[in-house]
């Protein structure tokens, strides 16, 4: 009977440091592939980068647009179709002849 129990132990012995080893490695190569920055999310970060960048050339166009307003607004040189969209915007003034559509 102790020559049994000597051999399983040699053998349990012998056999536990590469079972733990390549539970180790299976674990790290699952993770890898499946994982939440694995080869499988790499389409969620393709289709996440495509949305940001449509995002941010909506926010450059934007920023383009408001540049020129900006632009248009400089003191030294003012738009007069510019200066005088923001006073009547601001004072709701309108001329006599014209004829306002309420929008809402």
């Known amino acids: 009977m102790s020559r ?9 012995r012998r056999a536990a ?3 733990l080893a390549l539970g180790i490695m ?13 080869a499988l999310a790499y389409g969620d970060y393709q289709r996440m980068l495509a949305r940001q960048q449509q995002h941010l050339a909506q926010l450059k166009q934007q920023q383009a647009v408001l540049a020129n307003r900006v632009q248009l607004l400089d003191p030294r040189k003012v738009d007069p179709d510019m200066a005088d969209e ?4 601001q004072l709701n003034v309108v001329n006599p002849n014209e004829v306002v559509i309420p929008l809402k």
């Open 4 to 12: 049994t129990q000597t051999t399983f132990r040699y053998v349990f």
């Open 17 to 19: 440091f590469p079972a």
């Open 26 to 38: 299976a674990f790290f190569g699952i993770y890898a592939v499946v994982g939440s920055n694995g």
């Open 86 to 89: 923001l006073t009547r915007k």
